[in-house]
Antibody, heavy 116, light 109 residues
Framework: EVQLVESGGGLVQPGGSLRLSCAASGFTISSNYMSWVRQAPGKGLEWVSVIFSGGTTSYADSVKGRFTISRDNSKNTLYLQMNSLRAEDTAVYYC??????????WGQGTLVTVSS | EIVLTQSPGTLCLSPGERATLSCRASQSVSSSYLAWYQQRPGQAPRLLIYGASSRATGIPDRFSGSGSGTDFTLTISRLEPEDFAVYYCQQYGGSPRYSFGQGTKLEIK
């Protein structure tokens, strides 16, 4: 059974940093495309970043240069390093497994709140 | 940039009725690259339809997708109580690589 479990969310001040983790089970992340999708409170879904099976990465313009997606194959874990956080980064962050070009499996999400 | 516009913003229907949700793209989208998701309150989204018309594993056959080019439709033939949720369309391609529509909220009348 595929499982994605996010952790690492919390309250952080503007300009601060946070690292999100996503522990995967039931499949091997290095053989899949993995992505982060976020949802601001009461708002819609926004794609954040993707890491392809070959290791290439891509980012939404809103986070480019501030966020870094990575993975640890030995731990079967996906990460999102978030620096220079802004109030508008406040959201639930979902870890997803990308099937072809759609988001087939989702974690339960972790809430990031950027506030002073 | 491909922008997806969903309509209506809110749809009020009764259980047993038929729901038709629209997703319009600002430029042509390959049918292979169009998906629909359902999000119930307090839950993560789940994949309903991929490739514009293929149901994901475990999705009841009352859900169907259709369309091509710039106009896509999600149809729920007979609404069940658990179908009242928010629905999003999503496309792949261009910049940003992935984008979502703003969502349609399906409410009980």
């Amino acid at each position: 059974e595929v499982q994605l479990v996010e952790s690492g969310g919390g309250l952080v001040q503007p300009g601060g940093s946070l690292r999100l983790s996503c522990a995967a089970s039931g499949f091997t992340i290095s053989s899949n495309y993995m992505s982060w999708v976020r949802q601001a409170p009461g708002k819609g879904l926004e794609w954040v970043s993707v890491i392809f099976s070959g290791g290439t990465t891509s980012y939404a313009d809103s986070v480019k240069g501030r966020f870094t997606i990575s993975r640890d194959n030995s731990k079967n874990t996906l990460y999102l390093q978030m620096n220079s956080l802004r109030a508008e980064d406040t959201a639930v962050y979902y870890c997803t497994r990308v099937a072809h070009v759609w988001f087939g499996d989702w974690g339960q999400g972790t809430l990031v709140t950027v506030s002073s | 940039e491909i922008v997806l516009t969903q309509s209506p913003g809110t749809l009020c229907l009764s259980p047993g009725e038929r729901a038709t949700l629209s997703c319009r793209a600002s430029q042509s989208v390959s049918s292979s690259y169009l998906a629909w998701y359902q999000q119930r309150p307090g839950q993560a989204p789940r994949l309903l339809i991929y490739g514009a018309s293929s149901r994901a594993t475990g999705i009841p056959d009352r859900f169907s997708g259709s369309g091509s080019g710039t106009d896509f439709t999600l149809t729920i033939s007979r609404l069940e109580p658990e179908d009242f949720a928010v629905y999003y369309c999503q496309q792949y391609g261009g910049s940003p690589r992935y984008s979502f529509g703003q969502g349609t909220k399906l409410e009980i009348k």
